[in-house]
């Protein structure tokens, strides 16, 4: 009976450790406490995530959608026309916030495979609402390659919308720049003139 008084003494040392060890109550509550933030930034990335690509896939057919109606005009353009695409572009990106965007339409005359001559062009911004000109008239510009409108007029259109973040609210500052620029070869003639640009 005292032949071992150390091994009971680290028994009972040890029993509190074992009936902790064994003791599954409050296991699920731990679990939940670790998890749940996990599981809210998930749901929360995930939200802001679709959110933003289907900002991006307005932003893409409303920069296409613009180059398309500029480039089928054969008899040509002018200020007021052009000052129209803002609100076409406005109207595709519907029902999402576009007050904070960037519009630039220009018309190129294609000379090289991948180089043009800015021929006219109309830009536009959220902070003034007045049109500017985002490029110089007779500048050199680029074209992609691949666009094969060599000795072609072509109009280029660049879109910026700046994606609020949603669920961070605008004091955090979480803005997203959703780019997209699109050519299309002008559909009737050999150019697209600007009659007052």
């Excluded at 996990?38 to 679709?50: M, N, P, Q």
């Excluded at 900002?55 to 893409?60: F, G, I, N």
Aim: aromatic fraction near 8%; proline fraction near 4%; hydrophobic fraction near 40%.
């Amino acid at each position: 009976m005292g032949r071992f008084p150390e091994f009971s003494l680290a028994q009972r040392a040890l029993n509190p450790l074992r009936r902790l060890i064994i003791d599954r109550r409050g296991v699920g509550a731990v679990e939940f406490a670790i998890v749940t933030p996990l599981l809210i930034a998930a749901y929360i990335g995930a939200f802001e995530l679709s959110l933003g690509f289907t900002v991006a896939r307005k932003t893409a057919r409303a920069s296409s959608a613009v180059s398309d109606i500029v480039s089928s005009q054969a008899q040509g353009v002018d200020k007021a026309f052009l000052d129209d695409m803002k609100n076409v572009a406005k109207n595709i990106l519907v029902p999402y916030d576009s007050s904070n965007y960037d519009l630039k339409i220009t018309g190129i005359e294609v000379t090289g495979t991948t180089q043009g001559k800015v021929v006219w062009s109309r830009g536009w911004s959220d902070e003034s609402e007045s049109a500017t000109v985002p490029y110089a008239v007779n500048s050199v510009t680029t074209v992609p390659a691949d666009l094969d409108a060599v000795n072609a007029f072509v109009v280029r259109t660049e879109l910026v919308v700046n994606h609020q973040l949603t669920l961070f609210g605008s004091d955090a500052g979480g803005t997203i720049p959703l780019t997209k620029t699109s050519y299309y070869r002008q559909r009737f003639g050999d150019t697209i003139k600007c009659t007052d640009c």
